[in-house]
């Protein structure tokens, strides 16, 4: 099967969107599905405000109109709710193509931190956008509930993987005190990281990412080792060196980081909140509190084998096994296909 991702997040990004994609990617391959992707790449992009790291593209009707056709998909996926993601959504229904779509960030939240948006409307512009998809994907549980609960319809589950090849044990030394809390992802507010930087803890609070937020970061807290956004090898023996994983966000709807860190040995200090919640549930992998200290140096008693154990039970081909099954049940007929590459004529579509 062949099925097309619309995405707004894509390289040079790095955050858990753009890395599930690109695995899930690899495991469709293995698995003799091809996954071809519509990204900002093909257009051009300007910077997005309040993060000028992130770029958003500028999407032309007719050329989205060609991608489709050139990708010639069995099913259409849209990933996120970005100005490229809004345009084939817009495309299909103008064209009656069914798709899915898939809940990766908490927009209400982000919104929130950063303007006087109430989060009631960002929440109706969501499950418009949503609205018209044949299955919304949730990465757990507990966030496929609160969307059915917020209106949402026809809500359906996505797990996500950890690539156990490269995050797993390994002797690591990043020659800092011991022993090293370490925290990755994007350094913005949303993320609350100065709730765990603020914390009085022995040993190094290291963190790895970028953002808009880290040169204010760096300069509050120069204690902190702040490495920048890493990837590969390097990410992974950060991971492997440090000792306890903390992850301060309230708001992440998955938290793809959680499971690198176990892979990588790492037990997690976290927020009683649903992100962590779902990825740990009841294992002896992890300390939840409302006193974020006190998770940390609980986490450190936490045998390093237990959360290697827990990590493997989450596989990429798992993960990618449910995304196809649910492409696979909204196939797009060979007629619609047909009539695809016939409305990649750019009269036929509208600006």
């Not at 030394?173 to 011991?178: K, M, T």
């Amino acid at each position: 099967m062949r099925i097309l991702v619309a995405t707004d997040a894509w390289h040079p990004q790095v955050n858990g969107v753009v890395r599930t994609l690109t695995m899930m990617a690899q495991a469709a391959e293995a698995l003799g599905h091809e996954i071809r992707f519509l990204t900002p790449e093909s257009f051009r992009t300007i910077p997005m405000p309040s993060y000028r790291d992130l770029r958003l593209a500028l999407p032309r009707p007719a050329k989205v109109a060609r991608l489709i056709a050139d990708a010639n998909p069995d099913s259409i996926h849209i990933a996120t709710e970005g100005p490229l993601g809004l345009l084939v959504r817009r495309y299909c229904r103008k064209h009656d193509l069914p798709f899915t779509t898939s809940f990766h960030t908490r927009f209400p939240d982000y919104v929130a931190a950063r303007a006087p948006v109430p989060e009631a409307w960002v929440w109706a512009t969501l499950r418009w956008f949503h609205g018209a998809s044949r299955a919304v994907l949730a990465a757990t549980p507990a966030l496929a509930a609160e969307l059915r609960e917020r209106g949402f319809a026809s809500v359906a589950l996505w797990p996500r993987g950890v690539d156990t090849s490269l995050f797993h044990p390994r002797e690591v030394d990043l020659c800092l005190p011991q022993p090293v809390f370490l925290s990755v992802g994007r350094v913005a507010v949303e993320k609350n990281l100065e709730a765990f930087l603020d914390l009085d803890l022995p040993g190094t609070k290291v963190i790895v990412g970028d953002g808009p937020a880290r040169a204010a970061l760096e300069q509050k807290y120069p204690q902190a080792v702040f490495l920048g956004a890493l990837q590969g090898e390097a990410l992974a023996k950060v991971y492997a060196a440090a000792d306890v994983f903390v992850f301060p966000s309230r708001t992440d709807t998955f938290g793809l980081v959680l499971l690198e860190a176990l892979a990588s040995g790492l037990p997690i200090a976290a927020y009683p909140v649903a992100g962590p919640r779902d990825v740990i549930g009841d294992a002896e992998v992890g300390a939840l509190s409302e006193d974020l200290r006190a998770a940390c140096l609980a986490a450190l008693k936490i045998p390093r084998q237990a959360c290697v154990d827990f990590a493997t039970g989450h596989t990429w081909e798992a993960s990618t096994r449910a995304f196809i099954d649910h492409m696979a049940v909204l196939r797009v007929p060979a007629a619609e296909k047909e009539a695809v590459g016939e409305l990649a004529d750019p009269s036929s579509c509208v600006a």
